[in-house]
């Protein structure tokens, strides 16, 4: 073989084993593909004053990142928790980035689920009470208590889960900090 063959099948080569390594390095994906906005359409709420009214995500803008955040009022650990999200988000949303947190309640009741919204002034929307139970993909990306996060892109790939390998509890923080990277956050830059 002359060396420009030679040359293209290495490079050939290297190319091919790069995008394999890049996809081994992308983490679980939901069993079938999942297009979020679409498994949510009509299945969101938020808080009006002290109920819950419908809430739609904008159809003209895509969204490229989702926050499922796993909490409970009666969890200390959630409330504790919860006021840093709010920051975060509030602060995130100021400065354009494209996701959105969406509250998976694991409370008893809807108006458990309510009062809990109402007191931490949560800014986004939250599964309906009664289609926490059949979104299946809810149940594949939840972890076994709270508070959890979990970070998707909008097409179901799993990015950053407060579950590593689905049984050992990281916290919520660590997919939260993940997050920030992913999509540049000054938050934690030292300031000057």
């Not at 009509?42 to 490229?64: M, N, Q, T």
């Not at 999200?85 to 008893?108: Q, W």
Request: proline share 6%.
């Amino acid at each position: 073989m002359n060396k420009a063959v030679i040359t293209t099948i290495i490079i050939l080569l290297a190319v091919i084993g790069n995008s394999i390594a890049q996809t081994e390095r992308k983490g679980p994906r939901l069993p079938g593909t999942v297009i979020i906005a679409e498994a949510l359409a009509g299945k969101l709420v938020s808080v009006d004053k002290d109920s819950f009214k419908r809430h739609s995500l904008d159809p003209e803008k895509a969204i490229d990142h989702f926050l499922f955040y796993y909490s409970a009022n009666w969890s200390p650990n959630c409330r504790k928790f919860t006021p840093e999200l709010i920051k975060f988000y509030t602060k995130a949303k100021k400065e354009g980035a494209n996701f959105e947190v969406i509250f998976v309640s694991r409370d008893d009741t809807a108006k458990e689920m309510l009062g809990y919204m109402m007191e931490q002034k949560m800014p986004w929307p939250a599964i309906r009470f009664e289609d926490l139970t059949t979104l299946k993909f809810l149940k594949e990306v939840s972890g076994r208590g709270v508070p959890c996060l979990a970070v998707l892109d909008d097409r179901g790939l799993i990015l950053a889960h407060s579950y590593k390998g689905g049984t050992k509890y990281l916290g919520p923080d660590p997919p939260l900090q993940e997050f920030k990277k992913l999509i540049g956050s000054k938050e934690n830059e030292p300031k000057n």
